[in-house]
């Protein structure tokens, strides 16, 4: 069936049975390389819920800050003084918002869970930053469509996941384990993504990447 063909991150019809691990179906997209649990194998919400809230984002916690910063430094700067941005999946505790606001930039909260106004959705930004989101995603299509619409042109796509790297240890690797990741991406998945939209990409740092929209007057990058 065409359904179960499809990747849910590109949404071409190139996705076919990568593995099972633990009861748990696995599909590999041949187009765009990422990896995805069969949709009808994802928790429930309230388990998913559940799951989240045992999560331990302190934003007080230095160590989560300097995890935080290998996302937040590059994306500092790239960014103009004040800029209006999005903490996107923030979690409960949504530390690198605090980050970006001591450093001057005014930051909005969505999380589905946490944070669930939809008001900030209906706004465009000068940056947009995920980390550890993106794995969540159930549909990452469209999930990276709406962030085109709500960048401004020369607007950052700021995102942290841990990348794939190999293959044959995805059975015993440690993101896998965690329930709530569905979704895993290469470097290249992602740089695939940015072709999609005609954004740049660059990866400033291990499991890092940043996606810029064409600032005005600038040609979106080719396919």
């Known amino acids: 069936m065409a359904s179960a063909r499809r990747c849910i991150v ?3 019809c190139s996705a076919a049975f990568f593995a099972r691990v633990d009861g748990l179906d696995y599909r590999r997209c041949s187009d765009c390389r990422a990896i995805f649990l069969n949709p009808d194998q994802r928790l429930s919400p309230e388990a998913e819920h559940d799951r989240y809230r045992q999560h331990r984002n302190d934003p007080f916690d230095e160590n989560y ?3 935080l910063s290998k996302l937040a430094d590059p994306l500092l700067d790239r960014t103009p003084p004040g800029a209006r941005g999005l903490d996107y999946g923030c979690g409960p ?3 690198l918002a605090c980050m970006l606001r001591e450093a001057g930039h005014r930051v909005s909260l969505y999380d ?3 944070f669930p106004d939809p008001t900030p959705l209906g706004a465009v930004y000068d940056f947009i930053a995920c980390t550890e989101t993106i794995e969540h995603f159930y549909q990452p ?3 990276f469509a ?3 619409r709500m960048l401004r042109p020369g607007g950052w796509l700021a995102v942290m996941t841990c990348f794939l790297t190999d293959e044959a240890r995805f059975g015993s690797w440690h993101y896998r384990r965690d329930p709530t990741h569905v979704v895993f991406y290469r470097g290249a998945t992602l740089r695939g993504i940015a072709r999609r939209f005609g954004w740049s990409c660059e990866i400033p740092e291990k ?3 940043l996606m810029q929209k064409p600032p005005p007057g600038q040609a979106a990058s080719a396919f």
Do not use: M, Q
């Open 112 to 114: 589905p869970f946490f």
């Open 141 to 143: 299509a469209e999930e």
């Open 146 to 148: 709406r962030f085109d």
């Open 65 to 67: 800050r300097r995890f």
């Open 207 to 209: 499991d890092v990447a």
């Open 10 to 12: 590109c949404n071409r």
């Open 93 to 95: 505790g949504p530390a």
